[in-house]
């Protein structure tokens, strides 16, 4: 073959592309009712495993600010004087590398009735019954050592003189980390669950889509189409539900994010966090749409290549 | 163009529709194909076509010996065929261009060369204004030269015509005998079959004909006055 019959198929290639392109959205557009209601149940399908997603992300995201979680409480042996109280503290500080607070018994009154609104009933009190406390939180520590580092600041401070109880808050830490494994492996389970939903509802719409066209179909084949022609604008069909049902699933993940936005804010508000709930971003959106676009080229495949097989012609013997 | 070597078909459920059928089309040969109905014409049109497979014998269309030939490279030789079917098999949700252009469009022409073409096809079969019709909306003989118009678009070496005349008055069907002619005279080779053994006659040209599946006579052109019915 010359160059310039190579360069003649392939433009002649091009322009077959470019008819299935346009006949497969003449199809799309000729069944509008049919062709929105796939797009509905595909987007639903796919907004459930990207809202998981999102959500077990963000949750992530309040995690990194875990100092909060991780501070402990050490509360002192009644009686001890402010003196040595403050070296005790200055000690930890430099000797444990850990941010030390030191709240006096009267500051912790304050708070306490302040919060409590049982002011009056603790005035009855004739002395301060509070012990001093120093909330301790480790410096610099890296994510995965939080709660060895946590667990083995405790333990140190349990053994000092004049301490008598510390209260380590990490099995919060150690719970919300496992929730949010177990959220991972939803968002894991119900991706693949529901891609594989994706591939099937785009595989049925395609082979009704088929058998509904037989007839054409058989033409074709007659006036000289091969598999590929014939085949190619149910591809693109199949692309474009799965693009499109990718697009609507964003649409309604954006949608619900900017619904849930300001509630959660000012959930977190109360926390005294300052939090932007994070969407998908335009990679991701972008993946999204390529993995959406992806399935429906595959539903659509699997559903073509068993209807065509009822027209292959048995074939001839190979000779050995 | 066409060889049958001792051809037989015998479809499911024991009807051999084509016993023993021999017979040699020349290039640029123009051939009638007549018999009852139920004779096995369309079986030897669709056996060209590779519609379906023989039974037995060999038949080599255009130097290739389809029963070598692997069903993947079916659509390479029914590119190179014209076919007009019995029952036009026109797409009824394409309009009458689209239908026409079809097998431009499986050759990948480009769409001005398309245009063209698809429009001196349908000028050739008096169909010219009717190019934005739906198919539904025509009277069976004009779907019929839809049919033909789509048939001669890719100007295929070969054109093959099942039952063309079947709704067509007999003026129209003469126009398109004429029409076969006119081709062929462009060196086309064209196999027609047909029943209007009237019209047979009066073209003059080589008659096979078909009784029972089997090749019961093969009448040359200077002696088609023998053909009664
Ligand atoms: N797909 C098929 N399966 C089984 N039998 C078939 C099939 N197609 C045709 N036949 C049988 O083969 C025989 C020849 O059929 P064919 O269609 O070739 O006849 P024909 O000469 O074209 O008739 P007509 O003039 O009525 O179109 C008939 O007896 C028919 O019943
Ligand atoms: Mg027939």
């Given at each position: 073959?010359?160059?310039?019959?190579?360069?003649?198929?392939?433009?002649?290639?091009?322009?077959r592309?470019?008819?299935?392109?346009?006949?497969?959205?003449?199809?799309?557009?000729?069944?509008?009712?049919?062709?929105?209601?796939?797009?509905?149940?595909?987007?639903?399908?796919?907004?459930?495993?990207?809202?998981?997603?999102?959500?077990?992300?963000?949750?992530r995201?309040?995690?990194?600010?875990?100092?909060?979680?991780?501070?402990?409480?050490?509360f002192l042996?009644?009686?001890?004087?402010?003196?040595?109280?403050?070296?005790?503290?200055?000690r930890?500080?430099?000797?444990?590398?850990?941010?030390?607070?030191?709240?006096?018994?009267?500051?912790?009154?304050?708070?306490?009735?302040?919060?409590s609104?049982?002011?009056?009933?603790?005035?009855?009190?004739?002395?301060?019954?509070?012990?001093?406390?120093?909330?301790?939180?480790?410096?610099?520590?890296?994510?995965?050592?939080?709660?060895?580092?946590v667990?083995?600041?405790?333990?140190?401070?349990?053994?000092?003189?004049?301490?008598?109880?510390?209260?380590?808050?990490?099995?919060?830490?150690?719970?919300l980390?496992?929730?949010?494994e177990?959220g991972?492996?939803?968002v894991?389970?119900?991706?693949?669950m529901?891609?594989?939903?994706?591939?099937?509802?785009?595989?049925n719409?395609?082979?009704?889509?088929?058998a509904?066209?037989?007839?054409?179909?058989?033409?074709l084949?007659?006036?000289?189409?091969?598999?590929?022609?014939?085949?190619?604008?149910?591809?693109?069909?199949?692309?474009?539900?799965?693009?499109?049902?990718a697009?609507?699933?964003?649409?309604?993940?954006?949608?619900?994010?900017?619904?849930?936005?300001?509630?959660?804010?000012?959930?977190?508000d109360?926390?005294?966090?300052?939090?932007?709930?994070?969407?998908?971003?335009?990679?991701?959106?972008?993946?999204?749409?390529?993995?959406?676009?992806?399935?429906?080229?595959?539903?659509?495949?699997?559903?073509?290549?068993?209807?065509?097989?009822?027209?292959?012609?048995?074939?001839?013997?190979?000779?050995? | 163009?066409?060889?049958f070597?001792?051809?037989?078909?015998?479809?499911?459920?024991?009807?051999?529709?084509?016993?023993?059928?021999?017979?040699?089309?020349?290039?640029?040969?123009?051939?009638?194909?007549?018999?009852?109905?139920g004779?096995?014409?369309?079986?030897?049109?669709?056996?060209?076509?590779?519609?379906?497979?023989?039974?037995?014998?060999?038949?080599?269309?255009?130097?290739?010996?389809?029963?070598?030939?692997?069903?993947?490279?079916?659509?390479?030789?029914?590119?190179?065929?014209?076919?007009?079917?019995?029952?036009?098999?026109?797409?009824?949700?394409?309009?009458?261009?689209?239908?026409?252009?079809?097998?431009?469009?499986?050759?990948?022409?480009?769409?001005?060369?398309?245009?063209?073409?698809?429009?001196?096809?349908?000028?050739?079969?008096?169909?010219?204004?009717?190019?934005?019709?739906?198919?539904?909306?025509?009277?069976?003989?004009?779907?019929?030269?839809?049919?033909?118009?789509?048939?001669?678009v890719?100007?295929?070496?070969?054109?093959?015509?099942d039952?063309?005349?079947?709704?067509?008055?007999?003026?129209l069907?003469?126009d398109?005998?004429?029409?076969?002619?006119?081709?062929?005279?462009?060196?086309?080779?064209?196999?027609?079959?047909?029943h209007?053994?009237a019209?047979?006659?009066?073209?003059?040209?080589?008659?096979?004909?078909?009784?029972?599946?089997?090749?019961?006579?093969?009448?040359?052109?200077?002696?088609?006055?023998?053909?009664?019915p």
């Open positions: 073959m010359s160059l310039r019959q190579i360069r003649r198929k392939i433009r002649a290639w091009g322009r592309q470019l008819y299935s392109f346009f006949s497969s959205l003449g199809t799309l557009l000729s069944h509008r009712l049919g062709t929105l209601m796939t797009i509905l149940v595909l987007g639903i399908a796919m907004v459930l495993p990207l809202g998981l997603y999102v959500s077990v992300k963000n949750l995201a309040i995690d990194l600010e875990r100092e909060e979680w991780g501070t402990i409480t050490v042996q009644l009686g001890a004087g402010e003196e040595k109280v403050k070296t005790f503290a200055g930890i500080g430099q000797e444990r590398n850990a941010d030390v607070v030191t709240v006096s018994p009267e500051q912790g009154m304050e708070e306490f009735s302040a919060v609104g049982f002011g009056q009933a603790i005035d009855m009190f004739e002395e301060n019954p509070l012990p001093w406390v120093l909330q301790v939180t480790p410096r610099q520590v890296e994510n995965e050592k939080f709660e060895e580092t667990a083995d600041l405790g333990a140190w401070l349990e053994g000092q003189d004049g301490v008598d109880l510390v209260q380590v808050d990490y099995k919060w830490l150690k719970r980390a496992g929730l949010l177990l991972d492996a939803f894991t389970v119900l991706t693949v529901f891609s594989l939903a994706v591939v099937v509802v785009i595989a719409t395609i082979r009704l889509d088929v509904s066209r037989s007839d054409e179909i058989s033409v084949n007659m006036v000289g189409a091969g598999n590929s022609f014939i085949r190619q604008p149910f591809l693109y069909s199949g692309f474009w539900y799965g693009l499109l049902g697009f609507l699933a964003l649409l309604l993940l954006n949608l619900s994010m900017f619904y849930l936005q300001r509630p959660l804010t000012q959930l977190l109360a926390y005294g966090n300052t939090f932007e709930v994070m969407g998908l971003g335009g990679r991701g959106s972008l993946l999204v749409l390529l993995a959406g676009g992806v399935l429906g080229f595959l539903g659509a495949w699997l559903s073509v290549r068993r209807y065509l097989r009822q027209f292959r012609l048995e074939d001839p013997p190979r000779r050995s | 163009m066409v060889t070597e001792h051809v037989s078909k015998r479809y499911s459920g024991n009807v051999n529709a084509l016993q023993d059928v021999s017979f040699h089309l020349d290039p640029g040969e123009m051939v009638f194909l007549t018999g009852h109905s004779a096995g014409k369309s079986t030897l049109l669709r056996l060209i076509l590779m519609l379906e497979r023989a039974t037995r014998g060999q038949i080599v269309v255009d130097k290739r010996n389809l029963g070598k030939t692997p069903s993947r490279l079916a659509p390479r030789i029914r590119q190179r065929i014209g076919m007009i079917f019995q029952d036009h098999k026109l797409l009824s949700d394409k309009t009458v261009f689209d239908n026409v252009s079809l097998p431009l469009m499986i050759a990948g022409m480009r769409y001005p060369d398309i245009r063209k073409r698809v429009r001196a096809a349908l000028d050739k079969v008096g169909l010219l204004s009717k190019e934005k019709s739906w198919p539904l909306m025509l009277s069976g003989g004009e779907q019929q030269r839809v049919g033909v118009a789509r048939a001669i890719g100007m295929p070496p070969l054109l093959l015509a039952e063309p005349t079947g709704n067509l008055d007999p003026e069907s003469e398109l005998f004429v029409l076969f002619r006119q081709l062929n005279a462009q060196g086309v080779t064209v196999l027609v079959a047909s209007d053994l019209l047979i006659r009066a073209m003059g040209q080589r008659v096979l004909v078909l009784s029972h599946g089997r090749l019961v006579d093969d009448i040359p052109a200077c002696d088609v006055g023998r053909l009664r």
